[in-house]
């Protein structure tokens, strides 16, 4: 586009030039390398003296001299009709010298001018008139032309070159700052570490918008140490493609790459013929080792080739993509840190109780199938199953007294078991990553109705995920036995939930929680129940 460009723009300005030559009398020329003569708007002028043998033999025999020895003197070529030579350059290389035809009111006085009408077979008549109508100029302002001529040519040849310089410099510009504008907005997304797979597709979609290649791909090898997509090969494309067949492709092309070296195809090898012309592949590398694959394959357009841009580009998402995925990494590790660190301490709570072992984990995971079915995305579900997990967290403010009385409580005692919501929130509210969930926790025990606590509030005012965990919290609670009561059946807490449904709990929900698949709470349960040799394993009673 940009060459196309910059040589419309060089003919136009050629034109433009030539025309104004024309204005003041003088006639634009350009010479070949063995001194053929055409001009780039030809006329019946033009026409007339480019077939003019005598004018012919002058440039042929003079063309070496004003190239080579650059000697531009204004020569007579015959009576009235003057040559000034002057060198091509920048653009107008295209021919070997331009000629300025300087036609006096001589020329049609002459014994050449017949010659000439009679070459081209002219009626001298007509062509005197014609002449006589572009009012030639005086012999004795030649000299004078001449210089004017010479020094317009110049002008004209350096604003041609500095409109080529400023074009030039634009499109550099230009794509820098593409390049710069793809990195920003990739990396500004650097912070999304929990969710790799998109930062990848980002980061092929924003090169295909950029870079004019059929498709752009991201494949990362195999092993344990990858984050999600794992070694699922990610494809943008504006185009239907056989993704299972090119991932064979390209995991066969992994076996060859090399950290620190770009693969170009370069139209006759196996690269070309697999994935087309001007295919570029670049390493991603992790502390050195090769973790995966950029690639850009099939270029598009008149330009065949793999141009700096392209693998300057394809060379610095690389090295984000590696700088992405080693933070994605790190990331993994310290979630499952904490994670693990919360479970670790949810699981000693519950250990207080040998009756609620394994009660937070159970409650976890109903709040991610209710969520699920709920139609929560995959990051809400993530952390309704955390908010789940903690829920109970504040009972370590409570005493074991009161967590271990067998019976019923007292007045005090059950106001101390309420406290626990708000102790729970206070404990997480320090935590940023908690800042989502602390509605969850703190309204947990909240009833549809407005009778629950700490705050009363009800229907929709409750935080959704604080509705979520209440009704996993409730069946898992009813189902399991406690101190002061045996566990009852399945069937039995599923149509206590139905009773107090829009009373206690969100009617909504309860429908989509009593249709539920309990199968793998079940089998957590069991899990929970086998580890547990002081309580008696009665899953089969509440079945």
Partial sequence: MKTQHTATYSQQANDAFELQMRAVGIVVLHAGLHG???????????????????????????????????????????????????????????SECGIGLFVTD????GESF?????????????????????????????????????????????????????????????DSYEEISMLYTMTSSMNSVNHPERFIELACSELLQTLPYEWIGVQLTTGDRLPKPGDKLVVASNEQLQTE?????????????????TQIANGDDALTLEFGPATLVEPILKEGAVVGVLIAANKQGEDNSASSVDIKLLSATA?????????????????????????ALTNSIDAKDKYTCGHSQ?????????ATAAG?????????????????????????????????????????????????????????????????VLHHHEKYDGSGYPHGIAGEDIPMIARLISLADTFDAMSSTRTYRN????????????????????????????????????????????????VPITLKEAS
């Fill in 319 to 343: 090295a984000q993509l590696g700088i992405f995925i080693e933070n994605a990494l790190l990331y993994e590790d310290l979630n499952a840190t904490f994670l693990g660190t919360l479970e």
């Fill in 106 to 109: 001589e020329f049609c006085d």
């Fill in 487 to 534: 566990a009852m059946t399945r069937q039995s807490v599923l149509d206590e939930l139905s009773r107090v449904s829009g009373t206690q709990f969100d009617p909504e929900l309860t429908d989509l929680f009593v249709k539920l698949d309990f199968s793998e709470w079940e089998m957590l349960m069991i899990e929970h129940q086998s580890s547990n040799k002081e």
């Fill in 376 to 440: 929560l995305n995959p990051d809400q579900v993530n952390r309704c199953r955390i908010a789940g997990l903690v829920h109970d967290i504040g009972k370590i403010g409570v005493p074991e007294s009161v967590l271990l009385k067998k019976g019923g409580l007292t007045d005090d005692e059950f106001a101390s078991i309420q406290k626990h919501p708000e102790i729970g929130a206070k404990i997480l509210q320090k935590i940023p990553q908690m800042e989502d969930i602390l509605g969850g």
């Fill in 114 to 174: 017949h010659a000439i009408c009679q070459a081209s077979n002219a009626d001298v008549t007509m062509i005197r008139d014609l002449i006589a109508s572009i009012n030639p100029m005086s012999t004795k302002d030649v000299a004078r032309m001449a210089s004017l001529f010479q020094m317009a040519w110049n002008v004209s040849v350096q604003n041609e070159e500095s409109k080529t310089t400023v074009e030039s410099v634009g499109q550099e510009l230009a």
């Fill in 245 to 261: 067949e090119l991932q064979q492709a390209v995991s066969s092309l992994l076996m060859t790459v090399e950290p620190g070296k």
């Fill in 36 to 94: 053929k003569l055409a001009a780039s708007t030809p006329d019946w002028f033009t026409d007339l003296l480019c077939k003019t043998p005598m004018l012919q033999r002058i440039v042929q025999a003079n063309i070496r001299t004003w190239t080579e020895e650059n000697n531009m003197q204004c020569t007579q070529v015959c009576t009235g009709l003057w040559v000034a030579p002057m060198q091509a350059s920048g653009r107008r290389r295209t």
């Fill in 362 to 370: 159970r409650v976890a995971l109903l709040t991610a199938q209710l």
